[in-house]
Every structure is written in structure tokens, then in C-alpha cells.
């Protein structure tokens, strides 16, 4: 028998010193083994690894997109949410439920961060992101429960991610951005599905009129782009929404100008002129004051009256400049002192202090303005002429300034009235998913079909082209084509009519479509099928005729986005949670 010294070290565990060999090994594996636990987690660490992990991730995005999955199509429901400061939230946008729900699984909050970002980049289709890409993992479940390797899986869906964008451009219609009708139909699908439909019309008009006054065309040197000019289309800037609770929806109207809420700094000065000629200052209209503390010791008794009488020259002297040229309305961002408003009012000049710089580049940009930042340098130019009407109205507690009729705004106001706090930010978000909308088909004037007419295109596309690939590949492929069918699937689920056999006759239209066209054209020919499913009865519609468009880029951004993040997450075969340990 083999003779063993061990020795006590601070883990407890012995520590072999001699040792003949395969006790060594033994006995170090063990040590080496505790050692590893003790040190890389602590008794609030959990780790999941390999397909334990893969499972989890998938269960927890199932789990997100079921939250959401009733606020899909015109039939959706609203989810209340309170958030941690008490306040109550009332909407079925999905990126807002989704920011306000606390979630503590890594691979849940991945999925939220999807939505935030399409909310950012094209404004719409935060829900459809979210429900794609929990499809698309519940999904792969089948193929990690056969241990067919992630990468495999991977590779599949980006092939069929590059497929599913090819047949959307196929199916694309370029559109006019001017041709009014079109348009209308395109914000009627974004709005249609929101809380705001029963002024459905007001609405689509304000978000279009908007988007179409605050969008500009800046000029590119020929030869430079395909196109010779390029929008500017700068909603968060220039398009100013203004809540004021109380009155009708009804009455939510955007401006043909500006508006802010401040009154005039005298009572005696002019609320009502007509074609004013506004100048805009960033500087103040008083004695300045010094930037470090300077003492003065006055001997004299008549120097504390020149020093007075000084700084009374100084704002006499900034006012007289600015009254040189004539001006019915002076706008600074700054105080304006008494003895500067005495002046204006003599003058019969309106004047108005501390506007914010937001609403100053806003009055800038509608009446043709510029900002000026001293008072011996203004010109003639500077001037703003571009309003028809100066008005102060009074509108619930509040007294609101009015910009309007102007010649060629290129900002605007848009007022909101409504019953309650809530009602008005649920309107507000909805306004600025349907601004958003217009602003993408400004940039890239193509439409695809709505209704789940693009996603059943795809899915039957996709179908058409995975049978002629090979090997183990072939089942990701057609899994991202089943995926698909989830917006459809979800729609009619919504209206409460038969799921089954509302998406087979879809399945059905689309498949006769590609059997039509390939006895016609040959085999690579496309048909352009746009049945979709009637969100509000559940009725397959041919969606040209009923006039429901998406923007182009807000499908496109909603499949990438929602294939490359189940690719993301499919990826990953370890996670480590919990907290660390202190000292470390």
C-alpha cells in the first residue's frame, strides 16, 4: 500500500504530497475541481451551458412575444402598466410596454433592446420585430433538441434571410410621395392598429401634413448620388407637439407655423399683427452682468449716479439698434429688463423673453429668421417675414403665442387636445409612428402589401426555394418560412375567427398564385399575390384594392432584424448570471 502525506490547506480539502500516480491524479482533479467552483461562482451564481442554455433562451423569448403578442392588427388589445414612479401607462405599442415591463433574463432583455432599436431606426413595426423573432426560435427548438449544431441552424436562416429580402423587392411598388391618396392608405395601415382609430382621418391628414412641411430638399452636386437631391426630413426638431388637456380630439390640428406658451412681458404691448417683421436674439437685454466679482468704491456721491446712468445708456443703446429696423416682434432666449421693455412698448414693438432654443430654431426655420447673436450686428436680412399672422390666444389657463400663415414653413406646431393626460400621450405616440412612417416613405418611396400579405409571400417563396436545397440545411430554411406565417397567423387570432382555416386558404391564394405564374412565365417567374387578412373581420382581401400599404424599409428593417437576432441568440451555449463577490 502507498504511502500518502497530505496537509490541510484553507479550502479544507487535502493536498496531496507523495503519492504514488494515479492517486495523485485522482485526488488533484478534486482539488482542482473545488478550487474552480469555489472561485468562479458563489452561492448566487447560476450558470446554464450547452443546450440547457439554448432551451432557456428560447422559452424566454417565447415569453416576451407572448406579452405582446395581443396588441398585433386593428383588432389589439391595450395593456395597463405601472411604472416605478406610480404613473400609469395605457397603450399597445409594443417598444413602450416592452420598456416599462422589468424583466431579469438576459436573453428577454436582448429581445426588448430589439424593439427600442426599431423604434429608432424606422419608427414602426416594434411588435411585428419582437413576435418575428420569438418565432423564429421557437422555431429552431425542434433542430437543438436534435442536436443539430447551432451554426448549422445559423447558416440556414441567413440563406433564407438573403432569399426572404429578395422576393420584397420583387413585390415592391414604387410610389409618388405627392399622390395624396396612396399615401393616406400607407398611414392608415400604421394608424389602423392603434388606439386612435375612430379619428383615424384626422389623424392620417395631420401626420402627412406635417412629415410634407418639415421635409426639405438639400441639393447634392451632381453626379455624386443617384439622385441629384436628397431629403431632409427632421420630425424631432421641428415638428413640436403640444399636449393642452381638455376639448375634442377632434379639434388636434397642425399649424401652418409655430406656437409657443409664453405671453407678452407688458400688458400694453400689441397681441394681434399681421405680416410682422420678427427678429430672433439669442443675447440678453440688460446690463450685463460681470463673469468675476468686481468690488467698486465710490468716494464721490455723483459717481454712483454715472455708474446708473451707465448701464441705463448701455440698454438704451442695445434697444435703439434693434428699433433701427423696425421690427413688430422681438424673440430672445434670454431675460429682457424692464427698461428694455419700456422702450419696446413706446416703439409699439412686442417682445418676448427665455424661449427655449428648441422653439427659437422653430420660429427661425417657419418665419425665415436668423438667430442673431449681438445687437450691432443685425441686418436687414436677419429680419423674418415669412409670417402672415401674430396672434396671443388664450387657451385653457394658458396664454399661447401663434405663428401662422406662413409663406413656406419648414417647421411646424402641432396641437393635441384631448380628454386626459393619458389619452393625449397615447395619441401622441401614435402620431409619431404614422409621422415616422411618411418620413420613410419620403426617403424610400416603395410600398409592400399589408395584412400579412408580404409575410405569406415570403413564407410560400421561401418554401418554393427550399425544396431545391440539399442536406441538413433544407429544415432551418423552410423553418424561417413557417416562421413567417406568425403576423398572419396572429392577425386573424385577434379577430377571434378560425386561425386554421383563415391561413390555409392565405397559404392556398399564394400557392395558386406561384402555380399560375410558372405555367405562364416558366419556372423563375413571381407572381405578385397581395391577398392579406382583413385585421377588423378577419376576411381574406386582396390588399391592392383595399388599400393597405407598409413602407418598404420598415418590413425589410423588421425581417433582418428579427433573423440576425435569432441568429445572435441561438449562438450562445453558456450563460453565467448573478452577482460578484465583494473584494473581488
Given at each position: 500500500m502507498p504511502t500518502t502525506y497530505l496537509c490541510k490547506l484553507d479550502c479544507g480539502w487535502p493536498h496531496p504530497l507523495s503519492t504514488n500516480g494515479q492517486d495523485i491524479i485522482a485526488l488533484h482533479h478534486i482539488f482542482i475541481r473545488h478550487i474552480a467552483c469555489s472561485s468562479s461562482s458563489n452561492s448566487k451564481t447560476q450558470r446554464?451551458?450547452?443546450?440547457?442554455?439554448?432551451?432557456?433562451?428560447?422559452?424566454?423569448?417565447?415569453?416576451?412575444?407572448?406579452?405582446?403578442?395581443?396588441?398585433?392588427?386593428?383588432?389589439?388589445?391595450?395593456?395597463?402598466?405601472?411604472?416605478?414612479?406610480?404613473?400609469?401607462?395605457?397603450?399597445?405599442?409594443?417598444?413602450?410596454?416592452?420598456?416599462?415591463?422589468?424583466?431579469?433574463?438576459?436573453?428577454?432583455?436582448?429581445?426588448?433592446?430589439?424593439?427600442?432599436?426599431?423604434?429608432?431606426?424606422?419608427?414602426?413595426?416594434?411588435?411585428?420585430?419582437?413576435?418575428?423573432?420569438?418565432?423564429?426560435?421557437?422555431?429552431a427548438e425542434p433542430f437543438v433538441r436534435t442536436n443539430i449544431h447551432p451554426t448549422v441552424i445559423v447558416r440556414g436562416y441567413n440563406y433564407a434571410l438573403q432569399e426572404a429580402l429578395e422576393i420584397c423587392e420583387k413585390l415592391a411598388l414604387v410610389v409618388d410621395v405627392n399622390d395624396v391618396d396612396k399615401m393616406k392608405s400607407l398611414v392608415q395601415s400604421c394608424i389602423g392598429t392603434k388606439f386612435s382609430s375612430r379619428w383615424n382621418d384626422t389623424m392620417i391628414d395631420m401626420a402627412l401634413k406635417a412629415v410634407l412641411t418639415v421635409s426639405r430638399a438639400i441639393p447634392m452636386p451632381v453626379g455624386s448620388d443617384s439622385y441629384s437631391q436628397k431629403?431632409?426630413?427632421?420630425?424631432?426638431?421641428?415638428?413640436?407637439?403640444?399636449?393642452?388637456?381638455?376639448?375634442?380630439?377632434?379639434?388636434?390640428?397642425?399649424?401652418?407655423?409655430?406656437?409657443?406658451?409664453?405671453d407678452v412681458t407688458h400688458s400694453k404691448m400689441r397681441r394681434r399683427i399681421e405680416n410682422p417683421r420678427i427678429l430672433l436674439l439669442d443675447s440678453p437685454l440688460e446690463y450685463k452682468k460681470g463673469e468675476s466679482q468686481t468690488n467698486v468704491e465710490i468716494t464721490d456721491e455723483e459717481d454712483w449716479n454715472t455708474l446708473l446712468k451707465m448701464e441705463e445708456e448701455y440698454v438704451e443703446n442695445m434697444c435703439m439698434e434693434i428699433i433701427a429696423f423696425k421690427p413688430d416682434i422681438v424673440i430672445t432666449e434670454k431675460g429682457v429688463s424692464d427698461l428694455a421693455q419700456h422702450y419696446f412698448a413706446k416703439a409699439n414693438i412686442t417682445a418676448f423673453r427665455r424661449l427655449r432654443k428648441t422653439d427659437n430654431n422653430r420660429v427661425a426655420r417657419a418665419t425665415g429668421a436668423t438667430i442673431v447673436s449681438r445687437t450691432d450686428e443685425i441686418r436687414e436680412e436677419d429680419i423674418g417675414t415669412g409670417c402672415g399672422l401674430f396672434e396671443m390666444r388664450k387657451i385653457g389657463e394658458e396664454y399661447f403665442a401663434f405663428f401662422e400663415e406662413c409663406k413656406d414653413p419648414k417647421a411646424c406646431t402641432i396641437i393635441l387636445r384631448g380628454g386626459s393626460k393619458d389619452v393625449l400621450n397615447e395619441i401622441e405616440r401614435n402620431l409619431s409612428d404614422a409621422m415616422q412612417v411618411v418620413r420613410n416613405v419620403v426617403f424610400d418611396p416603395r410600398l409592400l402589401p399589408g395584412g400579412g400579405a408580404t409575410e405569406m409571400a415570403v413564407s410560400v417563396g421561401l418554401r418554393k426555394a427550399g425544396l431545391k436545397l440539399e442536406g441538413i440545411q433544407q429544415g432551418p430554411f423552410l423553418a424561417v418560412g413557417e416562421a413567417m406565417e406568425v403576423i398572419p397567423r396572429t392577425l386573424s387570432q385577434n379577430c377571434g375567427v378560425s386561425v386554421i382555416r383563415t391561413v390555409t386558404q392565405l397559404r392556398a391564394k399564394h400557392a395558386a398564385a406561384y402555380e399560375e405564374a410558372e405555367k405562364t412565365g416558366g419556372e423563375d417567374a413571381f407572381p405578385k399575390c397581395n391577398w392579406g387578412i382583413d385585421g377588423t373581420t378577419g376576411k381574406l382581401v386582396d390588399m391592392e384594392e383595399f388599400g393597405i400599404w407598409e413602407p418598404?424599409?420598415?418590413?425589410?428593417?423588421?425581417?433582418?432584424?428579427?433573423?440576425?437576432?435569432?441568429?445572435?441568440?441561438?449562438?450562445?451555449?453558456?450563460?453565467?448570471?448573478?452577482?460578484?463577490?465583494?473584494?473581488?
Amino acid at each position: 500500500m502507498p504511502t500518502t502525506y497530505l496537509c490541510k490547506l484553507d479550502c479544507g480539502w487535502p493536498h496531496p504530497l507523495s503519492t504514488n500516480g494515479q492517486d495523485i491524479i485522482a485526488l488533484h482533479h478534486i482539488f482542482i475541481r473545488h478550487i474552480a467552483c469555489s472561485s468562479s461562482s458563489n452561492s448566487k451564481t447560476q450558470r446554464s451551458q450547452g443546450r440547457q442554455a439554448q432551451l432557456g433562451n428560447i422559452n424566454a423569448a417565447r415569453a416576451v412575444a407572448d406579452i405582446i403578442r395581443s396588441t398585433l392588427g386593428p383588432r389589439s388589445m391595450l395593456k395597463m402598466l405601472l411604472d416605478p414612479m406610480g404613473g400609469i401607462v395605457i397603450t399597445n405599442d409594443g417598444n413602450c410596454i416592452l420598456r416599462e415591463v422589468d424583466v431579469s433574463h438576459p436573453t428577454a432583455k436582448s429581445m426588448i433592446e430589439l424593439s427600442r432599436a426599431q423604434d429608432e431606426e424606422v419608427g414602426d413595426g416594434t411588435t411585428s420585430v419582437i413576435i418575428l423573432a420569438g418565432e423564429m426560435l421557437i422555431n429552431a427548438e425542434p433542430f437543438v433538441r436534435t442536436n443539430i449544431h447551432p451554426t448549422v441552424i445559423v447558416r440556414g436562416y441567413n440563406y433564407a434571410l438573403q432569399e426572404a429580402l429578395e422576393i420584397c423587392e420583387k413585390l415592391a411598388l414604387v410610389v409618388d410621395v405627392n399622390d395624396v391618396d396612396k399615401m393616406k392608405s400607407l398611414v392608415q395601415s400604421c394608424i389602423g392598429t392603434k388606439f386612435s382609430s375612430r379619428w383615424n382621418d384626422t389623424m392620417i391628414d395631420m401626420a402627412l401634413k406635417a412629415v410634407l412641411t418639415v421635409s426639405r430638399a438639400i441639393p447634392m452636386p451632381v453626379g455624386s448620388d443617384s439622385y441629384s437631391q436628397k431629403m431632409e426630413v427632421d420630425i424631432k426638431r421641428y415638428a413640436k407637439v403640444e399636449k393642452i388637456p381638455g376639448g375634442e380630439i377632434s379639434d388636434c390640428t397642425v399649424l401652418s407655423g409655430v406656437m409657443f406658451n409664453k405671453d407678452v412681458t407688458h400688458s400694453k404691448m400689441r397681441r394681434r399683427i399681421e405680416n410682422p417683421r420678427i427678429l430672433l436674439l439669442d443675447s440678453p437685454l440688460e446690463y450685463k452682468k460681470g463673469e468675476s466679482q468686481t468690488n467698486v468704491e465710490i468716494t464721490d456721491e455723483e459717481d454712483w449716479n454715472t455708474l446708473l446712468k451707465m448701464e441705463e445708456e448701455y440698454v438704451e443703446n442695445m434697444c435703439m439698434e434693434i428699433i433701427a429696423f423696425k421690427p413688430d416682434i422681438v424673440i430672445t432666449e434670454k431675460g429682457v429688463s424692464d427698461l428694455a421693455q419700456h422702450y419696446f412698448a413706446k416703439a409699439n414693438i412686442t417682445a418676448f423673453r427665455r424661449l427655449r432654443k428648441t422653439d427659437n430654431n422653430r420660429v427661425a426655420r417657419a418665419t425665415g429668421a436668423t438667430i442673431v447673436s449681438r445687437t450691432d450686428e443685425i441686418r436687414e436680412e436677419d429680419i423674418g417675414t415669412g409670417c402672415g399672422l401674430f396672434e396671443m390666444r388664450k387657451i385653457g389657463e394658458e396664454y399661447f403665442a401663434f405663428f401662422e400663415e406662413c409663406k413656406d414653413p419648414k417647421a411646424c406646431t402641432i396641437i393635441l387636445r384631448g380628454g386626459s393626460k393619458d389619452v393625449l400621450n397615447e395619441i401622441e405616440r401614435n402620431l409619431s409612428d404614422a409621422m415616422q412612417v411618411v418620413r420613410n416613405v419620403v426617403f424610400d418611396p416603395r410600398l409592400l402589401p399589408g395584412g400579412g400579405a408580404t409575410e405569406m409571400a415570403v413564407s410560400v417563396g421561401l418554401r418554393k426555394a427550399g425544396l431545391k436545397l440539399e442536406g441538413i440545411q433544407q429544415g432551418p430554411f423552410l423553418a424561417v418560412g413557417e416562421a413567417m406565417e406568425v403576423i398572419p397567423r396572429t392577425l386573424s387570432q385577434n379577430c377571434g375567427v378560425s386561425v386554421i382555416r383563415t391561413v390555409t386558404q392565405l397559404r392556398a391564394k399564394h400557392a395558386a398564385a406561384y402555380e399560375e405564374a410558372e405555367k405562364t412565365g416558366g419556372e423563375d417567374a413571381f407572381p405578385k399575390c397581395n391577398w392579406g387578412i382583413d385585421g377588423t373581420t378577419g376576411k381574406l382581401v386582396d390588399m391592392e384594392e383595399f388599400g393597405i400599404w407598409e413602407p418598404f424599409s420598415v418590413k425589410i428593417q423588421t425581417i433582418k432584424t428579427a433573423v440576425e437576432s435569432a441568429c445572435m441568440i441561438l449562438r450562445i451555449d453558456d450563460i453565467v448570471s448573478g452577482s460578484k463577490k465583494r473584494g473581488h
